[in-house]
């Protein structure tokens, strides 16, 4: 095999909330440019897991390596991992004493200290590809969901990072403004991004994810291409969770 | 068919702005003023004599000019005290805010520590026993009153300007320490307060940039804690100017000492602390309507 290192390699990695057992013996590679769909009923731990990524939860049982460097406890390690890493929250959690445009230059100025002129290029260009450059002066709060979702995915893309994390990106939108941000994930998709995305939009994941992970009760039951996990999928869980989430569809 | 031109609103009802039972309760109080000026004109029979106690607001020199006399020396100081005693105040109730919700136990503990002194000793004991710890221990130990005492005649002008007399150097220092030290144990808790009404997501989303402790903190969790906590932080801001009145017991010259002794040698006890009072409100006011204008300006971009 010639196979390019994993950009992302979790090893029997375990999460408690005191005796709650979050996450247990999680094992999972990326590789780079992987589209990696995380789906499982709620409380399965998949917002805990990719969390676990960038250090928003501590892990406390296995491994994990990034980009060939293993996170640790370390501050500094932690934070070099993060400008690796882009995360995109279910509730966008901009800034919102921040202008859009601020939201998006905070990172590379004080991370990298990235002149400010040339942030700012870097920003308008990323709120461009969300289309919504017009909106660069405007506060947050000034905006729709939709649009400070994509907000939330160029502030992230800013830091260029070499994985995106979504954790249940279109979950508190409005039912209209949801493909307007499905679109900005999918145009990523092609461009090679390596993403990993927490979702019920199904229709996405069936439409972009090279790879279908399926999560319960803090364990991974089955990981597999798209057409096998909903074409035939394996567990009862599984099987369970899909009659389910595509009854209505 | 109504058109889209024809979704006018419906007329806006016109509010009374003042009800009978308004105009009543006016009427109840403005006789219960009067009823207290007739008991004061003619059962009291209080001789006012505001010259006697206006001449120590401003008095004429012998060449007839008007110059600030005991009670504008006061105000002076107590405003001296405010001034450098707010900025103390401020950075010790930031520090000790930080610190109070820091992950370090020692911090926190720390931080309690002094709340709790603080909050739970009368401030008068806590004034005595620091005050005398200050400038009993400390003050020698900086070297103040050496420096204070070998000043050039322009480093004392800059001192005698921002701090008042320089004989007195040392003391308005202890005096406006204390104050602060008091004071600024609770600015600690509206620090703390405000940090903790930042939500979780906030913190998340700074330290998912990357962003350093230093710069999570100082972009995105304090400017947005500053403009929560500003209507209880300016209340403070007038508590300490009144109770800067308290470092009087100690023999700092501020309003509240010099009045006591003008309306002990005047025996024009009424004017005095009438005058005093009109004093402090337009202090304290005055710091009202700067937060009020802070308040406004901090509201734009709020969600």
Known sequence: MTQANPMLEMRGVGKWFGNFCALYDINLDVRPGERMVVCGPSGSGKSTMIRCINRLEEHQAGQIVLDGVELTEDTKNIEQIRRKVGMVFQHFNLFPHLTVLRNLTLGPMRNFKVPEKEARETALHYLERVRIAEQASKYPSELSGGQQQRVAIARALCMKPKLMLFDEPTSALDPEMISGVLDVMVELASEGMTMMCVTHEMGFAKEVADTMVFMDEGEIVEVGPPDEFFGNPKSDRAKLFLSQILSHH | ?303
């Open chain 2, 1 to 303: 068919m109504a058109t889209t031109t024809e979704r006018l609103p419906p007329p806006v009802k016109k509010r009374v702005k003042l009800t009978l039972i308004d105009l009543l309760i006016f009427a109840l109080v403005a006789a219960g003023v009067v009823y207290i000026a007739y008991r004061v004109e003619s059962v009291l029979v209080y001789k006012w004599s505001w010259d006697t106690v206006l001449q120590f607001v401003v008095r004429r020199d012998e060449a007839g000019d008007l110059v600030p006399n005991l009670l504008v020396t006061g105000l002076l100081t107590t405003l001296r005290l405010a001034f450098w005693g707010t900025i103390a105040a401020a950075i010790i109730g930031l520090v000790m805010g930080l610190c109070r919700t820091s992950s370090n136990l020692f911090l926190r503990m720390v931080a309690r520590l002094y709340v709790e002194l603080i909050r739970n000793i009368p401030p008068v004991v806590f004034i005595f026993v620091f005050y005398f710890f200050i400038s009993g221990q400390i003050m020698p130990l900086l070297g103040v009153d050496e420096f204070a005492r070998n000043a050039s005649p322009e480093t004392a002008r800059v001192i005698e300007f921002l701090f008042g007399p320089i004989g007195l150097f040392s003391n308005f220092l202890a005096g406006m320490i204390c104050l602060a030290m008091f004071e600024g144990a609770y600015i600690t808790e509206i620090v703390r307060a405000g940090i903790q009404s930042i939500e979780k997501g906030q913190w998340e989303a700074a330290r998912a940039v990357g962003l350093s402790r230093f710069n999570v903190l100082r972009d995105v969790i304090l400017p947005q804690a500053i403009r929560k906590i500003l209507p209880p932080l300016a209340g403070q801001f007038i508590t300490l100017v009144k109770d800067s009145a308290i470092v009087s017991l100690i023999s700092i010259q501020e309003l509240t000492f010099v009045a006591i002794e003008v309306a002990a040698s005047t025996t024009r006890v009424f004017e005095t602390w009438i005058v005093v009072g009109v004093m402090y409100f337009v202090v304290c006011y005055f710091f009202a309507v700067v937060f009020a204008r802070l308040e406004k300006r901090g509201q734009r971009g709020r969600r």
